[in-house]
């Protein structure tokens, strides 16, 4: 039977079939979402490489998920856009090495039906198992050795696109 860091997926199982598939592309974000690889149902963590046109499909697909008066016309028609929207946009606190959070937020994407099947099929490139390097950046920042943690993380840089493309989905 085939897995995916180590969960076996029944033969012609999909794994986006229901709900949402959240990316996630802040290393420290996922750390809090997954408490460093320790909590429960959430011990393995993955890298997936998209490819950029997957992930800016998805962005020009999105509705923000929650009502932003001003941004939006009204709340029923933002109901309706997300509703019908195979991807949506939440910006949530970036965190630190200690995963308070900061002043700035990480953008967040879930997926789903369509968004979600094309970057099941489509749009990875590669998925590496990381929940070692996640649990030593942990030891680390526990040992307060913040510098060694820092030295570890992923390179992290902004994610460049025209004016105007990320308007819709501003806070």
């Known amino acids: 039977m085939p897995s ?3 969960v076996e997926i ?3 199982q999909k794994v986006y079939e229901s709900g949402l598939t959240w990316i996630k592309p802040s290393f ?3 750390m809090y979402r997954c ?3 320790t909590k429960e149902g959430q011990e393995t963590v993955l890298a997936v490489e998209i490819s950029r046109k997957g992930f800016e ?3 020009k697909h999105a509705c923000l998920s929650h009502y932003e008066h001003g941004l939006h016309t009204d709340r029923a028609t933002w109901k309706h856009h997300l509703k019908r929207a195979p991807a ?3 910006w949530d606190p ?3 090495l200690h995963l308070q959070p900061l002043a700035h937020r990480s953008l967040q994407l ?3 039906g369509e968004a979600a099947r094309l970057y099941a099929d489509e749009w990875t490139v590669s998925i590496t198992d990381i929940t070692s390097l996640a649990h030593t950046v942990h030891a680390h920042v526990r040992d307060g050795d913040l510098d060694a943690a820092r030295q570890l993380l992923p390179r992290e840089r902004p994610y460049l696109l025209d004016d105007g493309f990320l308007n819709r989905l501003r806070q």
């Open 57 to 59: 499909w998805a962005l």
């Open 28 to 30: 420290l974000w996922m």
């Open 4 to 6: 995916v860091g180590g």
């Open 110 to 112: 879930g997926l789903a």
């Open 10 to 12: 029944g033969e012609g």
């Open 35 to 37: 408490g460093w690889g």
């Open 94 to 96: 970036e965190r630190d």
């Open 88 to 90: 949506r946009v939440q």
